[in-house]
């Protein structure tokens, strides 16, 4: 968050924030935590909340939105775990319209 927070600011670009996961409290609960975050930068920012599958998601919010750029997180899971469930920046990254900000 901090990377594409700083970055914005420094252009003087909007940031979207979003999260796919389950309509429950824990979007609401990470979104408002991404907007306290936020504050804190002089940025125009949008928050956005949807489900389904993560990797489609992401993908079909950047076409629907045109977006120029995504930050996106990498954490590390066991070769197992990536072979048998997939890996939703690997997935992303091979198929995003736009160039990746990979954040570790």
């Known amino acids: 968050m901090r990377e594409a927070a700083e970055l914005a600011a420094d252009l003087g670009l909007p940031l979207a924030v979003l999260h796919v996961g389950k309509d429950d409290g824990a ?20 928050f956005l ?6 990797n489609e ?7 629907e939105n045109a977006y120029d ?4 997180g990498a954490y590390g ?11 939703t920046t690997e997935y992303v990254l091979r198929n995003s319209p736009s160039p990746l900000f990979l954040c570790r």
């Open 27 to 46: 979007t609401h609960k990470v979104l408002e935590e991404a907007r306290r975050y936020l504050a804190a930068y002089s940025i125009a920012t949008d």
């Open 49 to 54: 909340a949807r489900s389904g599958y993560p």
């Open 57 to 63: 998601t992401i993908l079909d919010v950047m076409a």
């Open 69 to 72: 750029l995504l930050f996106i």
């Open 77 to 87: 899971h066991s070769r197992i775990i990536e072979m048998v469930l997939g890996s």
